[in-house]
């Protein structure tokens, strides 16, 4: 959690954001039960399973499979 703090601290995650991620989340989405992804405007979300591991940046990679 101190992760995404972090980030939104740099300025590197705008909170303006957040709001389309806690839709998302609400939704109770069907995740993998390994490492997954889920791109939104501006960040990708990561997971393992039915957690929220982190949140990447454009640039930055992710692994494991996309969910849409």
């Not at 957040?18 to 997954?36: A, F, I, K, T």
């Not at 979300?45 to 969910?67: D, I, N, R």
Request: glycine content about 8%; some cysteine; proline content about 7%.
């Amino acid at each position: 959690m101190f992760h995404w703090i972090q980030l939104v601290r740099d300025r590197a995650l705008s909170l303006t954001r957040m709001p389309r991620l806690s839709e998302w989340v609400n939704e109770n989405p069907e995740v993998p039960p390994d490492r997954w992804f889920k791109k939104f405007s501006g960040m990708t979300v990561c997971g393992g399973g039915s957690l929220v591991k982190t949140f990447l940046l454009p640039y930055q990679a992710a692994t494991g499979k996309e969910v849409l």
